[in-house]
Structure formats: structure tokens, C-alpha cells
Nanobody, 114 residues
Framework: QVQLVESGGGLVQPGGSLRLSCAASGLTVSRYVMGWHRQAPGQERELVATIGSSGSTNYADSAKGRFTISRDNAKNTVYLQMNSLKPEDTAVYYC????????WGQGTQVTVSS
């Protein structure tokens, strides 16, 4: 059974940093395209960043230069380092694994507010 468990969300002030983690079980993250998506209240879910099986990365324009996606194969975990956070980054952040089918985590709340 595949499980993706996100953690690391919370409340942070503008300009602060957070690191989100996505711990996977039932699949090997290095064999999937792993991604982070987010959904703000009243908005559609949007892509934030992906990392492919080769290690190649892709970022939404809103994330470029501020967020970094990475992967620890030994821990079977994917991370999203978020720096210089802005109030508009407030959302529920979801981990996604894409292979023959897609799997989603349950999400972790990130709130950026003073």
C-alpha cells in the first residue's frame, strides 16, 4: 500500500523559511516523478516543483529562486526547502508521486503571516 506522508508545515513570518518533507512507503521515490503542489483557499491546486527519476527539477515561476526540491533516496523522502516566504505562499502543500498512476499525500498546511 502506497503512502505519502507530508510534514514540516506551520506558521512562519514573511521572509522566513520552512522545509517540508514527504516520506514515502510502498514505492521508491527515485523511480517516480515526485512533486509538490499547493492549494490555497478558493483556488485550484497548482504545481510548485517536481523532481524526476534522473534528478532533474522543474519549478513554477512563483517558486524559482526561493524553493528547492530535493530527494534522499536512502530515506525514501522528498523535501521542499522554502525560503523568503510570502503571504501568498499560504496554502496546503501536497506531495505527489507519478508513475503508472498517481498518488497523493494528505497535505500539510503552510501559513505565512505576521
Amino acid at each position: 500500500q502506497v503512502q505519502l506522508v507530508e510534514s514540516g508545515g506551520g506558521l512562519v513570518q514573511p521572509g522566513g523559511s520552512l522545509r517540508l518533507s514527504c516520506a514515502a512507503s510502498g514505492l521508491t521515490v527515485s523511480r517516480y516523478v515526485m512533486g509538490w503542489h499547493r492549494q490555497a483557499p478558493g483556488q485550484e491546486r497548482e504545481l510548485v516543483a517536481t523532481i524526476g527519476s534522473s534528478g532533474s527539477t522543474n519549478y513554477a515561476d512563483s517558486a524559482k529562486g526561493r524553493f528547492t526540491i530535493s530527494r534522499d533516496n536512502a530515506k525514501n523522502t522528498v523535501y521542499l526547502q522554502m525560503n523568503s516566504l510570502k503571504p501568498e505562499d499560504t496554502a496546503v502543500y501536497y506531495c505527489k508521486a507519478v508513475g503508472l498512476r498517481a498518488y497523493w499525500g494528505q497535505g500539510t498546511q503552510v501559513t505565512v503571516s505576521s
